[in-house]
C-alpha cells in the first residue's frame, strides 16, 4: 500500500514575528538605516529653502478682504495665524521625505525647528513666486523618490536573501549575491514599475485633493457641519486606499510582480488579511510616532538632537522592513 505524505505549510508569521523579523534583519545590516540618517542630518546642517515671501502675499491678500462679520474676521486671523508660522518654518526641502513608502523617512521633515543648528546659523534661501516653487516641488519630489527607491530596493534585497527559504550551505549573502546576477532587463522593469505606479499616485491624488478641498469649502460655506462630515469622508476614502495599497511596492520588489498584478496583490492582500493588516499598521504607525515624539524633543540647535536622529533612522527603517517580511511570509515566491 503507498501512502502519501503531504509537507506541512509552515504558518507565517504573525504582527509580532514580523515585527521582530524586521529588526532581526535591521541588526545583522545596520547600514540599511544609512539613507535616512544622511537625510536628516542634511536637513539638520544644510541649507533651508523657505517660502515665507510666497505664503506673506498670500497672507497680504486675505487681510486685504474685508470680513462681513465678527466671526468671519475672528476665523480670518487665525488662519492669517496659521500661514505665518507655516510660512516661518516650512522647509521645502522637507519634500524629500514626504509620502510614506514612498520616500525614505525622516524626522527633521516632519517636525519643524528653528533656523539653527549646533554650529550656528544656516543659510536661507526663499522662494518668492508661484513659478518658482512649481519647479522647485517638482524636482524635490524626483530626487525623493530617487532616493526612496534605492532605500527601499536595498531594503527589499537584503529581506528576500534572508527570508528566503536557505539551500544547503547557503548564507544571507551568497543568497544576495546571487540576486545581484538578475538580467539587466529586471533591474531596469523594476525602478520602471515602482516609478509608474509613484507617479499614477501622485497624479490622481493631486486631482483628488484639489476636489476634495473645493467640496469642503463649499459645503463648509453653508453649513460647517456637512463641510467637516465631507472633510471626514475624505480622510477616511484615504485611508482606506492607502490601507490597500501598502504591499505594492513589496510585491514589486520583494516579489519581482508586474504593476498590475502588484497592485492587485496588495488589494487581496489588504483585504483578506484585514484584521492583521490593521494590527501590523496601527502598531507600525503607534511605535514610530510616539518614539517620534520623543526624538524631536531636543531643540535644533543641540547635539541631543542627533540621537534622535538615528534612533529615528534605525526604528524607521525597522518597521518598513517588517511591513516587507509581512509580505514575503504570505505572498513572495
Known sequence: MN????????????VIGCLAAGFEILGRNLGLAAIPALLDLFLWFGPRLSVAPLVQGFVAVLKAQPAPDPEMARQVTQAIQLLEQFGEQFNLLSLLSWLPLLHPPSLLARHTWAKVSPIGDVRVFSVASLLALIPWWGILVLIGLVLGFLYLNYLARRVRAEQAPAEPESTPNEA??????V????????PLRVFLFEAGLLAVGVVFIFVWMLMVGATTAFSQIVGFLVWMLGVG?????????IFVIPSVLVGGRGLLQAIWESVVLSHSQFPAVMGLVLLTLVIYEGLGYVWSLPPGDSWSLLVGILGNAVIATGLTAAIFVFYQERLAD
Do not use: C, D, N, W
Not at 544576495?176 to 546576477?181: K, S, W, Y
Not at 538580467?183 to 523594476?190: A, I, L
Open 3 to 14: 501512502t502519501e505524505t503531504k509537507e506541512k505549510t509552515p504558518a507565517p508569521k504573525g
Open 176 to 181: 544576495l549575491q546571487e540576486e545581484q546576477l
Open 183 to 190: 538580467p539587466m532587463s529586471t533591474s531596469v522593469v523594476r
Open 237 to 245: 476614502l484615504i485611508s482606506y486606499v492607502a490601507l490597500h495599497l
